[in-house]
């Protein structure tokens, strides 16, 4: 039986677990993937107080760090379900089993957007990409794509100019959500073609991804662009479903709360990218892990 029982090791839940073990409350960090979260996927930081310039993955580490030094437990599991058993103990359901504990944070992050293409699971790892960070390397001096029109797919397809011979960068509209300053350095690169106005609608190949067929959004002409890696950046969506019957979510499938990262649920917090928010950064997600934490050790007592 924990204290505290924080659901997802990112920036939010490693920060809650610093500020929860600084109390002197008995902290389980349960994370399903990479402890870390969506940010060991980003080579550089520039926009992290007091840090001048980090890899995802060092500033992810470090803070993994940070928090079992101070005594925090991490758990590789899923988070499955959750229920509530005498007023105050809550039980949590893993891929590894139950686990009990008086308050919970959720810091359950968000997860990539897929296109909904019919074989889209089958072409993931073979060709298909939702991490250019992670995957770029594979295909250097290749040619591929990356589709999306928001700051992840031009800092993707930056990056991938890099490595690869050719980055297309498809884009359903002609306008970009991304910065205008980092499109137009986009836009300088010489291995770098934009593809406006267009949607892929399938992809085909034979064991591999070989290429995509687009459809122009214009005028609906179809064509066949060849292509060896896709990389998939078309935003993020959260999974807190598991935890509907204790909070309420947004149409979206955020959890909604305020800056108090309190939820409908007494003892239950959330904190981070998973829930209602406008600006999702490591700041943002850092402050309500400090928040959450202090909310749930006011709460245990
Ligand atoms: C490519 C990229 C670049 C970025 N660059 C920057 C940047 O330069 N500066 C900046 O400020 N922000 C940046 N961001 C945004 C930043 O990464 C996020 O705002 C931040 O990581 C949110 O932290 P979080 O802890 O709320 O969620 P996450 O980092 O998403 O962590 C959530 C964790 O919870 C785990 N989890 C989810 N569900 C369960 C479950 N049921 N059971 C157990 N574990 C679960 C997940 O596996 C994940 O590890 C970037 C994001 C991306 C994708």
Not at 113 to 124: A, D, Q, S, V, Y
Request: aromatic content about 6%; glycine content about 10%.
């Amino acid at each position: 039986m924990k204290d505290i029982i924080i659901v997802g090791g990112g920036t939010a839940g490693l920060t809650a677990a610093i500020y929860a073990r600084r109390a002197g409350k008995s902290v389980l960090v349960i994370e399903a993937d990479n402890c870390g979260g969506q940010i060991i996927n980003t080579p550089e930081i520039e926009n992290y107080p007091g840090i001048k310039n980090i890899s995802g993955l060092e500033f992810a580490n470090g803070l993994k760090d940070q928090a079992e030094s101070l005594g925090a437990v991490i758990e590789s599991a899923k988070v499955t379900g959750l229920d509530i058993k005498d007023g105050k103990v809550k039980t949590l359901h893993t891929t590894s089993g139950d686990r009990e504990c008086m308050a919970v944070i959720l810091a359950t992050g968000a997860k990539n957007r897929h296109l909904g293409l019919e074989n889209e699971e089958e072409f993931t790892g073979c060709g298909v990409s939702y991490c250019a960070t992670c995957d770029g390397a594979f295909f250097k001096d290749g040619v591929v794509a990356v589709n999306g029109g928001g700051n992840t797919a031009i800092e993707d397809a930056f990056f991938l100019s890099n490595y690869c011979s050719k980055v297309y960068l498809i884009h359903r509209r002609d306008a970009f959500r991304a910065d205008a300053k980092e499109v137009a350095k986009l836009k300088a690169k010489e291995n770098v073609e934009f593809i406006l106005n267009s949607t892929i609608t399938a992809l085909c190949g034979n064991g591999d991804l070989e290429y995509v067929e687009l459809e122009n959004t214009l005028d609906h002409r179809k064509s066949k662009l060849e292509i060896e890696g896709l990389f998939i950046a078309i935003g993020q969506t959260p999974d807190n479903k598991a935890f509907a019957d204790f909070v309420t979510l947004d149409e979206k499938g955020y959890i909604a709360a305020g800056e108090d990262c309190k939820t409908a649920t007494k003892g239950i917090f959330a904190a981070g990218d998973c829930r209602t928010k406008s600006v999702r950064q490591l700041t943002t997600a850092a402050a309500d892990g400090a928040v959450a934490a202090l909310a749930a050790i006011a709460y245990c007592g």
